[in-house]
Nanobody, 128 residues
Framework: QTKLEQSGGGSVQAGGALNISCAVI????????MGWFRQAPGKEREGVAA???????TWYADSVKGRFTISRDRRNVLYLQMVNLAPEDTAMYYC??????????????????????WGQGTQVTVSS
């Protein structure tokens, strides 16, 4: 079974940058549709970025467009590069994979539905 193992994150001042990563351990099968999600205290989990390797598409939430970049390397590691961070970006960040690719083939690839394999989460804190 594919396991997602996250690393990175931490604390930074507003305007700073952080990277978080998600290693796909095990079979590549079922990990072509992946995304990054975040959950702030007292708020619902929301999608921030997703990519579909099968079609070469990427999607971003409006709140992070131009500041966050989702990418993947040949070692099967998914990255989220974040620049110009703001206090409202403070949250626990999760990577996730949709083994059936349904999310990436839908009109709402940043919705939680369909993502069935989740990383353990990593904290990102942005101070003002």
């Amino acid at each position: 079974q594919t396991k997602l193992e996250q690393s990175g994150g931490g604390s930074v001042q507003a305007g700073g940058a952080l990277n978080i990563s998600c290693a796909v351990i095990g079979s590549f099968f079922g990990s072509e549709c992946m995304g990054w999600f975040r959950q702030a205290p007292g708020k619902e989990r929301e999608g921030v970025a997703a990519r579909y390797d099968g079609g070469g598409s990427t999607w971003y939430a409006d709140s992070v467009k131009g500041r966050f970049t989702i990418s993947r390397d040949r070692r099967n590691v998914l990255y989220l590069q974040m620049v110009n961070l703001a206090p409202e970006d403070t949250a626990m960040y999760y990577c996730a994979a949709d083994s059936s690719y349904s999310a990436c083939l839908s009109t709402r690839p940043l919705a939680l539905i369909g993502y069935d394999n989740w990383g353990q989460g990593t904290q990102v804190t942005v101070s003002s």
